[in-house]
RNA sequence: UCCUCAGUAGCUCAAUGGUAGAGCAUUCGGCUGUUAACCGAAGGGUUGUAGGUUCGAGUCCUACCUGAGGAG
């Protein structure tokens, strides 16, 4: 269980990803009555440039601001720095990069973003970081996992320098880097640890690797991070990797999959997944899925969740992201009450025997 | 009855007489710490009809058909 000032959130969890104050489609409602969801995401890039942290933080922060008081995690920008790949540069002090709104230069810096971050009073921060592309080639990797340790290093000493009587109560995990290479892994990870963090992320993982190697990554770091301390691996996965990350000791995830994908017409089932848009499903007066208890799959048949989205409405998309996300959240549910049953093998091998989602 | 204008993909429209295209729609893919209600691909045509001029006609000429506007 993560202990936080907004709450105990029980794990492994898979957390919802609400970028810009918000998990697109829903509301708070939604999230904590339908869904339950005990722990979303935030984002320091997009927030800090638009509305701003300040203004974020004279609302009472991020959970005043979006009026959710359950368990938040913002994570730095790092991962954004890679997507912006063209509009940015990376230096040893951190990383000058372009508005993707409006050009404005900005510079982040490991303190910088810890800064942000205490400003949109999230329960959870994470350490800027270099996210590498794949492949990257040993030397580079090496630099950059090197910039991430360091930058790791001064975002800690700057957080824990905070002055005792403004700062916000909050826990900073560090991000392992390294590029696909276990060496690197390895020693990035040794040095992180030394840093006595309250928790631990594996990152650089689904940028376009092959499935086997993020999961030889994870198969690497997680059992060599503190096994009482949260691990948390970023950006992933598909909904019938999530056991096996699980399986691997894996306590968080994050995933733009059920909402993104919700938006775009593609719902998943325990029986794969159902893309909405198909010609198919023109009549058909079956819900997404028969075994969902989602508000989405009790009052609503494939027919009209197709016209929804072939006329372009917004009820579209808050109806597939209720469905997507909570059948995230149901897996996770179901793995967490296996682990305590006991009979967390068996249910890994329910998963796994059941039809991939593609 | 006469005059003018217009008929090109399902729709709205492009195309100096020289390989008929686009957007939307349709169908199908993709999406992994959200620059994403997004991106990509495919199918779809006797250019209103019938003649003529020309090496070559969506384009020029003639007649007809359909529609819009105008005159009487």
Request: proline share 6%; net charge neutral; hydrophobic share 40%.
């Amino acid at each position: 269980m993560l202990h936080t000032p907004h709450g105990i959130v029980e794990t492994p969890v898979f957390m919802p990803v609400g970028t810009q104050a918000t998990v697109k489609g829903l509301t708070p409602a939604h999230l904590a009555d339908e869904l339950d969801a005990k722990i979303i995401l935030g984002n320091t890039y997009h927030l800090y440039l638009r509305p701003g942290h300040e203004l974020i933080r004279q609302f009472g922060g991020l959970h005043g601001f979006m009026h959710w008081d359950r368990a938040i995690l913002t994570d730095s920008g790092g991962f954004q720095v890679f997507s912006l790949n063209g509009l940015r540069k990376i230096r040893e002090d951190g990383v000058l990069f372009r508005s993707h709104l409006n050009g404005d230069q900005h510079l982040f810096t490991p303190e910088s973003t810890v800064d942000v971050q205490q400003a949109l009073g999230s329960d959870i921060a994470m350490v800027l970081d270099e996210c590498p592309a794949y492949p990257i080639d040993w030397h580079k990797a090496r630099k950059s996992m090197e910039l991430t340790v360091r930058w790791a290093r001064r975002a800690f000493e700057h957080f824990h320098a905070l002055p005792e009587e403004t700062r916000v109560r909050q826990a900073l995990f560090p991000i392992v880097q390294g590029g696909m290479y276990e060496d690197l892994r390895l020693r990035c990870l040794e040095e992180l640890v030394s840093l006595d963090a309250e928790g631990y992320a594996v990152g650089g993982l689904s940028v376009g690797e092959p499935r086997e190697l993020s999961m030889a990554m994870t198969d690497l770091c997680v059992p060599k991070l503190p096994p009482e301390k949260p691990r948390y691996v970023m950006g992933v996965g598909m909904p019938e990797e999530l056991p096996q990350y699980v399986a691997r000791g894996v306590d968080m995830m994050d995933c733009v999959m059920p909402s993104r994908n919700a938006r775009n017409g593609c719902l998943f089932t325990a029986e794969g997944r159902v893309v909405i848009k198909q010609a198919r499903f023109r009549d058909d007066p079956l819900p997404v899925d028969a075994a969902c208890r989602c508000y989405t799959c009790r009052n609503f048949s494939r027919a009209y969740l197709r016209h929804l989205f072939m006329a372009g409405e917004m009820l579209f998309c808050t109806l597939a992201t209720i469905h997507n996300l909570r059948h995230y959240l149901d897996i996770m549910r179901r793995i967490r009450k296996s682990i305590l049953n006991g009979h967390f093998p068996e249910t890994l091998r329910d998963f796994s025997s059941q039809i991939p989602v593609n």
